[in-house]
């Protein structure tokens, strides 16, 4: 993202919030204003009098907001003028943002990053491999030269809601005494696998990431330096429903690169959905019940398409085209199944040393609760078969912390080494 980009988004993001939060106080004016004006037009002797009082308070209270939006957009334009000489003197190549505004930004995208892609927003992120704080074009020569080493196994690490590629390192220095250790880090060290880290807009559903994650693979195995002999995915959190979702849709397309996925990993993701979301549901909806509070509601029902995904653990389109997001915890969910030529595990955490823990039941991680990690609902049509062998539980432990912690990382090396002994085998007798 160049500098001028993230100057203008930020220009565009605080004018559109301005015009916003004009609108919600309009809109709250009126609502509290209508009540008496109402029952004062009840009342034949005084009906008439209300009436032109009521006319006239509209009149006036809507030009002034009127004024005021006016007077935003045009800051916004002589700010767009202030800034179009600037943008000859910048590079037309990406600049890397400093790493807490880098994950500003990334969170920014979670919370809103669906109407920072229809607004064309310069804020917005767009889905793209990431290497040492930059873009990776998916061209044979750029990849050569980026990845010195590519080697036949790859390990796509695809990160959560409101976070980038970044967040696997969180944790770093404090669990290995150095900042750059990451899960895939170990795994090239230790397994020869070559890591890769996707960057994408987790604002926008997990069906539109999954579509545009199919393809960015498709782009990436064609490309790659040598033959991809192996592909392992690591979905943190959201990050798993995004991996899930772009295999089944890679399948349903007949991709190239799904025929080398072999394992795929899904670290405290909420395949039947988060609690937080549902809470955020059911205050939305309660909030929309009085004329008085649905300027509220409005605000609270504007989170993004790819929180409300959370809800319940939407992966595809069908779960959410032609619906009302916002309904009370009306569960569209359909049953995708998964990708049958590669293995699947999960990880799940609970803050109690014990997932039966009444506390460590009822709160998992913090974000995402047990059960629904382990994809195992109250009733049977609301599960999600893993095999008994590819669980495995982590206490004491929060929804962040599974990003970088020596326990997950040995958990996921256990389960690939039989896999990478087998395949050096038949590497050696190629």
């Given at each position: ?6 100057v ?20 709250l ?6 009540r ?25 209270a ?7 939006r006016s ?31 880098d ?6 995208n979670?919370f ?5 892609e ?14 040492e ?11 050569r030269?980026?990845y010195?080493?590519?080697g036949r ?24 005494g ?11 060290q230790?397994?020869?696998?070559t ?13 539109e990431?999954?579509a545009l ?15 991809v ?6 979905g943190?959190?959201?990050g798993?429903l ?6 089944h849709q ?32 059911v ?14 509601a409005?605000?609270v029902?504007?989170?993004?398409d ?14 959410w ?22 293995a ?5 955490a ?7 823990d009444?506390?460590g ?11 629904s990690?382990?994809?195992r609902?109250?009733?049977p049509?609301?599960?999600v ?5 590819n ?30 002994a087998?395949?050096?085998?038949l590497?050696?007798?190629?």
């Amino acid at each position: 993202m160049r500098n001028i980009d993230a100057v203008r988004g930020l220009k565009d993001l605080f004018v559109s919030a301005l015009n916003g939060g004009t609108t919600t106080v309009e809109e709250l004016h009126t609502a509290i204003a209508r009540r008496p004006f109402e029952a004062l037009e009840l009342d034949p002797a005084t009906r008439l009098p209300a009436a032109a009082v009521r006319m006239l308070h509209d009149a006036i209270a809507g030009g002034v907001y009127w004024s005021i939006r006016s007077m935003m957009e045009l800051a916004g334009i002589a700010a767009e003028l202030a800034l179009t000489p600037l943008e000859q003197t910048q590079p037309a190549e990406e600049e890397p943002l400093p790493a807490a505004l880098d994950l500003a930004v990334s969170a920014l995208n979670g919370f809103m990053g669906d109407h920072l892609e229809r607004n064309r927003n310069g804020l917005r992120t767009r889905m793209e491999f990431r290497h040492e704080g930059r873009a990776v074009a998916l061209e044979a020569e750029t990849l050569r030269r980026t990845y010195p080493g590519a080697g036949r196994k790859l390990a796509v690490f695809v990160h959560g809601l409101a976070c980038n590629e970044q967040s696997w390192r969180f944790y770093s220095e404090e669990t290995y005494g150095d900042r750059e250790t990451t899960y895939g880090s170990l795994l090239e060290q230790d397994l020869g696998y070559t890591p890769l880290y996707l960057r994408y807009n987790s604002g926008l559903h997990v069906s539109e990431n999954g579509a545009l994650l199919a393809g960015k693979m498709e782009e990436l195995v064609n490309a790659w330096p040598v033959a991809v002999q192996e592909i392992v995915l690591v979905g943190h959190s959201m990050g798993g429903l995004v991996a899930r979702s772009a295999c089944h849709q890679g399948k349903q397309r007949r991709n190239g690169w799904i025929g080398s996925v072999r394992h795929i990993f899904c670290l405290g993701t909420p395949h039947l959905g988060a609690p937080l979301e549902k809470l955020g549901n059911v205050m939305g909806w309660a909030l929309n019940v009085s004329d008085l509070t649905q300027p509220i509601a409005n605000i609270v029902n504007g989170r993004s398409d790819g929180i409300k995904d959370l809800r319940f653990g939407y992966l595809v389109e069908e779960d959410w085209r032609g619906r009302d997001a916002d309904a009370l915890l009306e569960d569209n969910r359909h049953d995708i199944p998964f990708l049958d030529s590669a293995a699947h595990y999960f990880v799940a955490a609970t803050v109690t040393e014990s997932p039966s823990d009444p506390l460590g039941f009822i709160v998992g991680d913090m974000l995402v609760r047990f059960p629904s990690a382990l994809g195992r609902g109250v009733q049977p049509a609301r599960r999600v078969s893993f095999p008994a062998v590819n669980k495995s539980h982590l206490g004491m432990t929060t929804h962040l912390r599974m990003l970088n912690h020596p326990a997950v990382y040995e958990q996921i090396r256990f389960w690939l080494e039989p896999a990478a002994a087998t395949l050096t085998t038949l590497g050696e007798a190629q």
